[in-house]
């Protein structure tokens, strides 16, 4: 989600030397650059991706044992070379615009607690956003919270494939080969989505501390959200707020590729940015979320009666 931060609150994500990393190769397909249009800042290069840069993803316990998968979409706000920031000044990428803060370090906190495998985006929502449709405009965004972003204005088809070619699909398809070995392993997982959300958005103040987004899992989540409440009586937990994963606006995302099209159960987390803006804020209101959803993955009810995909794309 959509969060806002303070400069001194924004983190760079973990540089690639330092992330244990299940590698995978960079699919980079050569293309012709489109014509050099003098007034535009990104027309496609030739690649996107310079070597030195990362992968689209990385991979965290690769070899964690538990039944479930943490991914974060929104880990990053890094944009790659060629697209020259987005034409943003760098302190408005690190705003809540360019990636959901404070997510990663929770995400990660929540894998290493469960010893679950984690997939971690590592370019920003601007560049493409990883839990849209590749058809929706809101995958590219011209604009994001009233900021228009340059990089994004007027992209034709060959600039809109390059994205999807290099950060979109590998990420996805990355996700989707740890879920087929955890299936094929005899332990489908619980994916547990991990997302952070503005405190305020259009004037609107968002008073949950976290809240849980569904579209079918409605029973999973609203245990969830039940345990939260009997365990912090002190805090608001949403359901389905700020937003829904119903509608037209929910098919392409990655809940619907990874979970509800593959017939597998899933917890959607938001966190509310504020709360979690450093790693031990993260880490603390992770843990809250852990004690809650520790029962439900523990259950076998949970993964009980589902038809699962065994091959995902
Ligand atoms: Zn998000």
């Not at 290493?112 to 370019?123: E, L």
């Not at 959607?268 to 803006?277: A, G, I, N, S, W």
Request: hydrophobic share 40%; aromatic share 6%.
């Amino acid at each position: 989600m959509k969060t806002k931060t303070t400069k001194k609150s924004a983190k760079k994500t973990a540089p690639r030397k330092t992330a244990k990393k299940k590698t995978a190769k960079r699919k980079t397909p050569a293309k012709k650059s489109s014509s050099r249009r003098a007034v535009k800042k990104t027309s496609a290069p030739r690649k996107l991706l310079l070597a030195a840069e990362p992968l689209p993803f990385r991979i965290e316990n690769a070899s964690g044992a538990a039944q479930a998968l943490v991914l974060c979409d929104h880990a990053s706000f890094r944009v790659p070379r060629a697209l020259k920031d987005m034409g943003l000044k760098k302190n408005v990428l690190k705003r809540h615009i360019g990636w959901d803060i404070g997510a990663e370090d929770a995400a990660l906190h929540i894998a290493r607690a469960f010893g679950a495998p984690a997939v971690i985006a590592q370019y920003s929502r601007l560049v493409v956003d990883l839990n849209r449709g590749p058809h929706y405009r809101e995958c590219m965004p011209e604009t994001s919270d009233h900021v228009k972003i340059p990089a994004n204005a007027d992209l034709n088809k060959k600039d809109r494939e390059q994205r999807l070619a290099e950060i979109y699909r590998p990420y996805h398809k990355a996700a989707a080969r740890v879920i087929d070995r955890q299936i094929a392993a005899k332990r489908p997982p619980l994916i547990l989505s991990i997302h952070s959300m503005t405190p305020r958005m259009d004037g609107v103040s968002r008073p949950w501390h976290m809240s849980l987004l569904w579209n079918r899992e409605a029973k999973l989540a609203r245990c969830v959200a039940q345990a939260l409440r009997r365990a912090r009586p002190d805090i608001l937990v949403g359901e389905n707020e700020p937003y829904t994963l119903t509608g037209e606006r929910f098919v392409g995302s990655t809940i619907w590729r990874h979970t509800e099209e593959r017939g597998l159960p899933y917890l959607l987390v938001e966190f509310r940015q504020d709360l979690v803006d450093t790693r031990q804020k993260a880490a603390a209101w992770a843990e809250v979320f852990i004690k809650a959803v520790r029962p439900v993955l523990d259950d076998p009810e949970t993964f009980a009666g589902r038809k699962i995909k065994p091959k995902g794309k």
